[in-house]
C-alpha cells in the first residue's frame, strides 16, 4: 500500500513509518519540521518538507497514488493550545479539514487519526474510561481532537472514507518530544541526565496512563486494515502516578537526585486512565510493555543521544 504519514518526522509518526517500511509499505512522509527531525525519518521514506495547510500538499496526492492517510501532524502542547486557541484550531482542526478535502477528492478511503483519549474525556466519571465515556474535555486541543472526531463522521458518511479513531493515552518512548502528552518522562530524563532534581508540580499523586510508543506502533499497523474502522482507545488500563515515574525514572539512571516539588499547575487534570478492552475484543490489541522497562529503555536512548 502507498501510505501517506502526516508527522513522519516526529515522534510516534516516525516510529509508525518504520514500522509501515518493515511491513513493505510504500510511506510518504509530509511534515513541516516544526517539532519534527530530519533524521528520524526513515531513509527508504519519501520526505516532503511542507505544511498541512500549503496548497502544494496537493501535488503529493497528485504524484504518489495514496491508498492510506495516517494522521499524526498537529500543533500537540496542551497549554499551547490555551495560549493560543486560534492557532491549535488552524493547524489541527483546519490542516485536518484540508487533508480531509483531498481524501475525499483522490478518493482515498481509508483515515487513521490520532486523537487523545487523555484529554477528550476530561476530569474522567470512572476509571478507566471506555469509548462511550461522556467526552468532556477542557483544553482547545482535546476540542480540536473532538470536533476531528465529529468531522471524521460527516466524511464517512458522506464520501466513504473509513476512519479509525485512535485514542491514545500518554504516550512514552525513544525520541519523545517534551511537549507531548506524556512530556513529563522526557522532561524527567534530560533533567536528570544533567544531574538536576527532577521537579514535580503539586504533589505528585496526579496519575496518568502511560503507553509505549512500539504498543502505538501496533495499534497502528492494526488500524491501517481494511476491517479495522472505528474509535478505539489505545492505552494499558492502568493508573500511574507522577511519583511512581519519577521514583522509576530514579532508578533507570542510578542517580541519587530526590524529586522537588513545585506547586500545582492550574487547571491540571488529576487522574486520567483508558480502557482498550473494545479494541482488544474487535483486533486484538492488547499492551505488551511493561513500564518499568520501557522507561529505562526511554531514559537510554536520551543518554545516547546527548553523547
Ligand atoms: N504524545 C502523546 O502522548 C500523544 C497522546 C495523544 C495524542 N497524540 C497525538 O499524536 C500525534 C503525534 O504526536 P507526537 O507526540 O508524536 O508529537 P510530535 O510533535 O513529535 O509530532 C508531530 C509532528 O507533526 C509535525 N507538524 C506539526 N505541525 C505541522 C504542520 N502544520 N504541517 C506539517 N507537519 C506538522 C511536527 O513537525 C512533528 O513532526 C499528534 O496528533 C498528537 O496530538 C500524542
Known amino acids: 500500500m502507498n501510505i501517506l504519514v502526516t ?17 513493505g509499505h510504500r510511506v510518504v512522509v509530509l511534515d513541516n519540521l516544526s517539532t519534527g527531525k530530519r533524521e528520524q525519518v526513515h531513509p527508504d521514506a519519501t520526505f516532503y518538507e511542507i505544511d498541512l495547510m500549503a496548497p502544494e500538499v496537493k501535488d503529493i496526492f497528485e504524484k504518489e497514488k495514496i491508498d492510506a492517510i495516517n494522521h499524526h ?37 481509508k483515515f487513521v487519526f490520532a486523537s487523545t483519549g487523555g484529554a477528550l474525556y476530561g476530569e474522567q466519571d470512572y476509571y478507566p474510561a471506555d469509548e462511550a465515556h461522556p467526552t468532556q474535555p477542557i483544553s482547545p486541543y482535546g476540542i480540536a481532537k473532538l470536533t476531528v472526531e465529529r468531522y471524521l463522521s460527516y466524511y464517512r458518511e458522506n464520501f466513504s472514507i473509513h476512519p479509525t479513531i485512535l485514542r ?19 522532561i524527567f530524563c534530560k533533567q536528570l541526565l544533567k544531574d538536576q532534581q527532577p521537579v514535580i508540580f503539586g504533589d ?26 472505528g474509535t478505539y482507545n489505545v492505552g494499558t488500563g492502568k493508573e500511574t502516578s ?14 541519587t537526585l530526590p524529586p522537588r516539588h513545585n506547586p500545582p499547575r492550574m487547571g491540571e487534570q488529576r487522574r486520567s486512565c483508558i480502557d482498550y478492552g473494545k479494541f482488544n475484543k474487535d483486533h486484538g490489541w ?22
Open 7 to 23: 508527522g513522519g518526522a516526529g515522534f510516534i509518526g516516525s516510529h509508525i513509518v518504520d514500522a509501515y517500511i518493515r511491513e
Open 242 to 255: 507522577v511519583n511512581t515515574i519519577t521514583a522509576l525514572l530514579i532508578k533507570a539512571s542510578g542517580k
Open 168 to 186: 491514545y493515552s500518554n504516550v512514552y518512548g525513544p525520541r519523545q518530544d517534551p511537549h507531548g502528552e506524556a512530556g513529563v518522562v522526557s
Open 73 to 109: 501532524a498537529a500543533q500537540i502542547s496542551v497549554t499551547q493550545s490555551v495560549a493560543d486557541p486560534a492557532f491549535d484550531a488552524e493547524i489541527n482542526i483546519v490542516g485536518s479539514l484540508k487533508l480531509l478535502e483531498l481524501a475525499a477528492t483522490y478518493k482515498v478511503k
Open 286 to 307: 492488547q499492551p505488551t510493555q511493561v513500564l518499568d522497562e520501557g522507561l529505562k529503555g526511554t531514559f537510554n536512548f536520551f543518554t545516547d543521544s546527548v553523547r
Open 204 to 229: 505528585g499523586e496526579q496519575t496518568r496512563d502511560f503507553v509505549s510508543v512500539f504498543d502505538v506502533v501496533n495499534a497502528n499497523l492494526k488500524a491501517v486494515s481494511e476491517n479495522c474502522q
